[in-house]
């Protein structure tokens, strides 16, 4: 067995991890107790990476059709790569550069994204090239310049440790970023007098333990940020000394929040207006740190929210200090990496703006071009609508899936469907938006890769290749660079050979060639006139491409000139800036005061409010929140095949405030349409204590390869915020009906379990209700629920049956009763159930589902396999729902115990739920509490 340390693919924590391999295949995976972001902590998704690395939905071999409607053929990389350079370079030699589009991802590593930056701006010569973090991240970029200049986050995960008060708002921490809130919960314990505020509408578990919570309305936090600061000047809290010395703005926004009183703030928010005044107090006090997500960067109003939360900061002098500092929490691996090489449609390498004049001509100068287009790219929502209506030709997807993750779903798959040409470049074939590629060209993914990551607190990592890539799969970057050289020969564009793209000489690297040296010390000019060079895309490895990118940083807020693969390997992961000659990253930025504007002083933002784009109104009376679930992540291509991440949500779920489901006589597991004005779906409802009146929420996570719809996607609304071009999917006025679906089926099977749900995945459409997932851990089962308004097919029936292999008569147990409607089959083989599938009545779900997984003897339960119980007979435990997925313990379980009188420590003692990763201590901490006031 061999390891190899590396970086988690999924949040923007961006932890460190230990890869176990054997006979080149990944065999485990542990967190990194040197790596400043996770000392060795892994949340249920990070501790569970090694159970993706299989090949079942792998994109293994390039695939390539020639009419829309055709099937995709395997084909050989040249084949691949000279078609969609044919067609490239054809629709933009009679349409112009601005006819192809780009829309990458903050999974890509910084290499990956710097050259797909270039290849658009620098070869191709168009800006449009966008990025999903344009969905997660841009509000809370276009807030830090806004305010403090440029896109840096000043603070360090160390400043939760030294906090007095922790401000988080529209963020479970719990859920999104569980390392972060590990560490929150370490410094409460040594710090008894630290203070938790949240801000969310729903009563989330890390609301649930904050000592305040602030369940505002749906999309006032500029309300209530305003009325803290009001409140903060009524009572003298405001630093004016600091704000005189280091800020401008302040006199306007004087006038703005005068109006915002805490009693006119707690009737637009919904809140108590002693709590906007002790959290006003609390965060005045400090030292405070602020984290903060999706609930107000996915908005109209983004850029403003962000700002409103900086300006309380200024305010108050709370920034540049230990435990002082507005820190956005990343959503993806590396959207911060993405930023710094300029990979979004208005900006260039290193922080460089577009509009910038100046800006552009040091790139072309660094590329070695005439200029780099002025005209900003087209924004993601901007970017599909173009492709709808055909301004934009051909488009080229890579790592992610906007099929399932844009807003207003239909629209995009409209777009995809319209489009001239569409190239997918994905690690795998399964995603909603795979089916819409005329090229498919499989990437190589997380123990294949090699670069480098920059997570929240702008410390970058090390990448580590593990094992070879999947079949004939490539890293993104070498199918780019390839693209790149073969695109430059069609469009007559000048040839330029040597081992780095730009031919640079950087102290510390372990790659070079003589053709020019850059000075990195911060003198001289180190952008000479190159335009005769030629663009080049010629890079021995990936760390060819770094050096070229931290050339592009130098003297700038983001400096990495002293940063080299060589350094990361010997110091382990730097925070920037680190220029040349420093001897560590920057923990905290602004310590002086001084802030990269104009004057050199922060600026206050006079943000005023504007409700949400979408009100309620009679016919959609609800407010509609979406969010993350503890154990998935994004569109589940990854954690999507693994069963145990199933078991603590197992289905797409509705949830509601109780009263709201009573007054349309709803109960829990009832199946309702959701519906927006752009679309609905078939989900079920459960009944949820997290919840306001008047409002539901639904996770993010579940697309169409998961149930009968296109996810909460196709309810969002498009509107964006007109600064920083995000779209508000956070929030959509809806409607919930019941539905009377009386027809129910229950299928499980074991084995081959992802090969049986790809072939399910088609059949999900045919039903007015269905969700697919897996289930178990050792014996991992494909689990499909489904309902209609009247008995399905026949013919349906049976093509569940042959991919479950439960279509041999001769080998099942069968029950039938044709009057009622009922049909039931079982697959024993040598003692155990191995396959069930339950129509008509379903009560023995549950049950049956755990006698599969444990993969136990149950020749003693034949008599009862097929018979309508809700329970196991001769009391089997049944164990329900999963709370700690490291150590399998369920929510009955755990409820055993607290009716024996055991509190939480002595239940972690025998049970020892919550002592590996702790993503369920919050929840653990909610069902004791629970019991207690019960």
Known sequence: MQEIKSTCCYCGVGCGVIIATDAGKITGVRGDPDHPANFGRLCTKGSTLHLTARDELRALYPEMRTQRNAARQRASWDEALDTVADKFSAIIQQHGPDAVGFYISGQLLTEDYYVFNKLAKGLIGTNNVDTNSRLCMSSAVAGYKATLGMDAPPGCYEDI?????????????????????????????????????????????????????????????????????????????????????HTEGFEQLKATVREFTPQHAATVCGIAADDIVLAAQWFARGPTLSLYCQGLNQSI???????????????????????????????????MGGREVGGMANLLSGHRDLANPAHRAE????????????????????????????????????????????????????????????????????????????VLLPASTWGEKEGTVTNSERCISRVRQAVAPAGEARHDSQIVVDFAQRLAQRLLLPPRRGKGGMGVEVEGSNVSTPTLTLPLQGGGDIFPDR??????????????????????????????????????????????????????????????????????????????????????????????????????????SRTGTVGRLFSHDEEPLLSMHADDMTRRGLVDSDIVRLASRRGQLNVRVAASPEMRAGQVFMAMHWGSQFMNGLGVNALTINAFDPQSKQPELKHAAVQVEKLNLPWQMVAMR?????????????????????????????????????????????????????????????????????????????????????????????????WLKEIIAQDADAQTLRPWLLAPLSAPPAGQPQRGRIVCNCLDVS????????????????????????????????????????????
């Open 891 to 934: 929510e009955q379980e755990i409820q055993a115990e607290l009716k024996q009188g055991f509190d939480l420590p002595a239940i972690q003692g025998k049970l020892k739920c919550g002592t590996e990763c702790g993503s369920c201590l919050p929840e653990l901490k909610r069902l004791a509490s629970q019991k207690i006031a019960a």
């Open 750 to 846: 074991k084995g081959d379990v992802l090969h049986r749900m790809s072939r399910l995945q088609p059949l999900l459409k045919q039903f007015d209700y269905a969700a697919l997932g897996l289930y178990g851990r050792d014996q991992e089962l494909v689990v499909l629920r489904a309902a209609h308004s009247s008995p399905v097919a026949d013919e349906l029936l049976a093509q569940v049956d042959a991919i479950l292999g439960l279509d041999d008569e001769t080998q099942l147990i069968n029950y039938r009763d044709a009057k009622r409607g009922i049909s039931k089959r079982a697959l024993m083989e040598d003692g155990k159930l191995n396959g069930v599938r339950l129509t008509g009545e379903t009560a023995a779900r549950d």
């Open 363 to 438: 790139v072309a100068a660094l590329w070695g071009i005439a200029d780099v287009p002025a005209q900003p790219g087209k924004t993601a929502v901007e970017m599909f609508e173009a492709v709808r209506s055909g301004e934009i030709k051909a488009i080229w997807i890579a790592c992610t899936n906007p099929a399932q993750s844009m807003p207003d779903l239909n629209l995009v798959n409209e777009a995809l469907q319209k489009a001239e040409f569409v190239v997918v470049q994905d690690a795998f074939r399964s995603t909603d938006t795979v089916a819409y590629a005329d």
């Open 531 to 636: 335009q005769s060079a030629g663009i080049s895309f010629d890079y021995a490895n990936p760390e060819a491409i770094f050096n070229e990118h931290r050339a592009t940083t130098a003297g700038r807020d983001l400096d990495i000139s002293g940063l080299s693969y060589a350094l990361l390997e010997h110091s382990g992961p730097q925070q920037w800036p680190m220029p040349q000659g420093a001897a560590q990253g920057k923990k905290r930025l602004y310590e002086d005061g001084i802030f990269p504007t104009a004057s050199g002083r922060a600026r206050f933002v006079s943000a005023k409010y504007v409700p949400v784009a979408e009100d309620t109104n009679a016919r959609y009376p609800l407010h509609l929140n979406n969010g993350r679930l503890r154990d998935q992540w994004h569109g589940m």
């Open 161 to 245: 440790d030294h906090a007095h008060c922790i401000f988080i708002a529209g963020s479970n921490t719990a859920y999104a970023h569980p390392i972060v809130f590990r560490r929150i919960e370490d410094a409460r314990k040594k710090n008894p007098d630290l203070k938790l505020i949240v801000v969310d509408p729903r009563r989330t578990d890390t609301a649930s333990v904050a000592d305040l919570h602030l369940a505002i309305l749906p999309g006032t936090d500029v309300v209530l940020f305003n009325a803290m600061l009001h409140v903060m000047l009524w009572e003298g809290w405001c630093d004016l000394d600091y704000i005189a010395a």
């Open 301 to 335: 109003q983004g850029t403003h929210k962000n700002a409103a939360l900086i300006n309380l900061h200024l305010a108050t002098a709370q920034i540049g200090k230990p435990g002082a500092a507005p820190l956005s929490l990343t959503g993806q691996p590396n959207a």
